[in-house]
């Protein structure tokens, strides 16, 4: 009788103990803080990330291989783009140079066409002691340039921090960004009156073309796209947008009349039916 007693004890107490355990879990986590949600720049980073990493696994190149990189344009969206190549390409164990856009590149060369021929001074008016500060000062000016990397001694080319075309003789990836933006797909309620949210959805669409050394000629080509999206409270979209980036504001379409009409109709049919119940009452 008294094992019997205190098996019953036991069993009674740790049913006890299970349901305050189910009784305290949700109150905790309720109590815990949602975690924030990713701004419309990180989410587009996301898409812009996953396809740079599927490009650089496809492109034909062996793993230590050094290469250019460079955009097609520059741009506000290159810049996250070039990052997200970048690490793309370190992963993979690939050396890469950061050279001038193409466009760039193309206008420098066209200005350094049209610019007027300067002739060379006449060697024969110039006395021994010119000649030889003249060789040191262009002595000391290709030190410098070599001691700064250039890689080149007239330091043509050298645009915005990027490699001078001598260093160019390296397979170059030319990338350019077709589409990247963060788009609202719907807006609704969670109930009848509940919290207004928004699906959102960041779209990213690059190509990506692989040229040999000193040439412009292209012997690989890719196009890849991606989207990443989740769900987010219409009060935080504010928060979450860019006002400086266009294309991290979605636009957010209106809700229809149909969908304000919604909850009115409910209220009416159920006023209906009540008032039905208690009219037909014996």
Known sequence: MARRAISAVVAVAGAWALTAALAVAP???ASRPPAAPPTNPT?????????????????????????????????????????????ALTARR?????????????????????????????MTKLDWQKLQEMRQA?????????????GTADGAGAHAGFAGPAV?????????????RVDYVRSYHTGLWGTARVERRA????????????????????????????????????LLEDTHRPETRGVLRPAGIKKALEPALVVVLIVGLVSLFYQNRP
């Open 27 to 29: 109150a905790l986590a």
């Open 43 to 87: 989410l587009l980073l996301r898409a812009v990330r996953s396809v740079a990493d599927q490009l650089v696994a496809q492109a034909p190149i062996a793993p230590g291989t050094r290469v250019g990189l460079r955009s097609e344009v520059e741009g506000p969206l290159e810049a996250d783009v070039r990052e997200a190549f970048l690490a």
């Open 94 to 122: 690939l050396e890469c140079v950061l050279l001038a856009p193409a466009a760039a590149a193309a206008e420098t060369a066209q200005t350094e066409a049209a610019a007027p021929v300067v002739k060379p001074p006449d």
């Open 138 to 150: 262009n002595k000391a000016r290709v030190d410098s340039l070599a001691a700064l990397g250039t």
């Open 168 to 180: 160019v003789a390296m397979p170059v990836l030319t990338f350019r960004v077709n589409e990247a």
């Open 203 to 238: 779209i990213a669409r690059l190509t990506l073309r692989l040229s040999p050394p000193r040439s412009d000629a292209v012997t690989w080509l890719a196009s890849r796209d991606t989207t990443a999206g989740d769900v987010v409270l219409r009060s935080e979209l504010d």
